[in-house]
T-cell receptor, first 113, second 113 residues
Framework: AQSVTQLDSQVPVFEEAPVELRCNYSSSVSVYLFWYVQYPNQGLQLLLKYLSGSTLVKGINGFEAEFNKSQTSFHLRKPSVHISDTAEYFC???????????FGKGTRLHILP | DAGITQSPRHKVTETGTPVTLRCHQTENHRYMYWYRQDPGHGLRLIHYSYGVKDTDKGEVSDGYSVSRSKTEDFLLTLESATSSQTSVYFCATTQVSGNTEAFFGQGTRLTVV
């Protein structure tokens, strides 16, 4: 069965600095990978997804992620964060030929002024 | 935005009472999911449905049951609520299995006293 590990529960970063949120997954088959964002008191919304093809995936709000099959990772990056990026970020995995979507425990991004 | 409505949005109930949460979607999506969100645990899959009357268990299904008699409605029932089921519950839908974007409701905050 698939699983997801988000290595950092909280990440503080100064405004306009770059950030990387780490995600590793475990699966014995090919997977689909996702990053979702949750703003306070809201549901989740999709940032970006990897289904196949190019390993560098660009999403909304200037975020991008890179799929690394050998390291089973899908880290999320942004070159310059803004205060509005304050939120919780979730990595998710879905195995091909499976219907379940499994989420990691989330990473809280704190933007420091 | 996908039309996903959860009801009620907030509920306080007593230990031992049955509770039903409703998820209603207007997108005609085939797949529907129930998750619970708890601090330090992220989102954990409770049950999911891949069609009318077709459901399966997720990671934390004990103490929960679901029903889907119509495409648009997915009900989550706590047969006898316990304090450990105090959580925020999210419903999500996908059009085609786990390889497409999941759309989330706004969540139901359930407190069991």
């Amino acid at each position: 069965a698939q699983s997801v590990t988000q290595l950092d529960s909280q990440v503080p970063v100064f405004e306009e600095a770059p950030v990387e949120l780490r995600c590793n997954y475990s699966s014995s088959v090919s997977v689909y990978l996702f990053w979702y964002v949750q703003y306070p008191n809201q549901g989740l919304q999709l940032l970006l997804k990897y289904l196949s093809g190019s390993t560098l995936v660009k999403g909304i709000n200037g975020f991008e992620a890179e799929f690394n099959k050998s390291q089973t990772s899908f880290h999320l990056r942004k070159p310059s964060v803004h205060i509005s990026d304050t939120a919780e970020y979730f990595c998710a995995v879905s195995e091909r030929r499976d219907d379940k979507i499994i989420f990691g425990k989330g990473t809280r991004l704190h933007i420091l002024p | 935005d996908a039309g996903i409505t959860q009801s009620p949005r907030h509920k306080v109930t007593e230990t031992g009472t049955p509770v039903t949460l409703r998820c209603h979607q207007t997108e005609n999506h085939r797949y529907m999911y129930w998750y619970r969100q708890d601090p330090g645990h992220g989102l954990r899959l409770i049950h999911y449905s891949y069609g009318v009357k077709d459901t399966d268990k997720g990671e934390v299904s004990d103490g929960y049951s679901v029903s889907r008699s119509k495409t648009e409605d997915f009900l989550l029932t706590l047969e006898s609520a316990t304090s450990s089921q105090t959580s925020v519950y999210f419903c999500a839908t996908t059009q085609v299995s786990g390889n497409t974007e999941a759309f989330f409701g706004q969540g139901t905050r359930l407190t069991v006293v």
